[in-house]
Structures are given as C-alpha cells and as structure tokens.
Nanobody, 122 residues
Framework: QVQLVESGGGLVQAGGSLRLSCAAS????????MGWYRQAPGKQRELVAR???????NYADSVKGRFTISRDNAKNTVYLQMSSLKPEDTAVYYC????????????????WGQGTQVTVSS
C-alpha cells in the first residue's frame, strides 16, 4: 500500500519561509511526477508546483520566483521550499504523486497526502 506523508506546515509571518516535505512509501516502481496543490477556504484546489520524473518543473504564476520544488529520488521525497510568503499563500497544502506501483501488474495511479496547513500572518 502506498502512502504519502507530508510534514513542514505551520504558522509564519509574511516574508518568512517554510519547507514542506512529502515522502512516498510502498512498492513504487517509478515516480512519474510529484507535486503540491493547495486549497484555501472557499476556493478550489490549485496546482502550486510539480516536478516530473525527468526533472521538469512547472509552477503557478503566483508562486514563481518565491517557491522551489525539488526531489530526492533515493528517498522518494519531494520538497517545496517557500520563501517570501504572503498571507494569500495561506491554505492547506496537499502532496500529489503520479506513481507506477506494483500491484498484480505494474499500475499507474494517482495518490494524495492528507494535507498540511500553512498559515501566513500579516
């Protein structure tokens, strides 16, 4: 069974920094992509940043230049370094992983973490 475990959320003042981590565990054959989404109260979940198995990254326009996504392949872990945080970055941040896992046959599936709260005070 595959699990995504997130850590690193919390409360920070505007202008501060936080680093989120997401570790995938289980029988993972390959990581096709991993990323971070966020959902603020009353809003739809939106993509923040994503990194493919080949290392290609993409970011929401609202976080470009402030957030950096990276990964540690040996640990099946993705990180989101968030700097120059703004109150509008306040949301629950969810890790997402597009994985090929070992079921009866290799199977490509989408997984979500439980979410971690990020609150930026003004």
């Amino acid at each position: 069974q595959v699990q995504l475990v997130e850590s690193g959320g919390g409360l920070v003042q505007a202008g501060g920094s936080l680093r989120l981590s997401c570790a995938a565990s289980g029988i993972i054959l390959s990581i096709n992509a991993m990323g971070w989404y966020r959902q603020a109260p009353g809003k739809q979940r939106e993509l923040v940043a994503r990194i493919t198995g080949g290392g290609t990254t993409n970011y929401a326009d609202s976080v470009k230049g402030r957030f950096t996504i990276s990964r540690d392949n040996a640990k099946n872990t993705v990180y989101l370094q968030m700097s120059s945080l703004k109150p509008e970055d306040t949301a629950v941040y969810y890790c997402n992983a597009d994985l090929t896992v070992a079921l009866l046959t290799p199977t490509r599936r989408d997984y979500w973490g439980q979410g971690t709260q990020v609150t930026v005070s003004s």
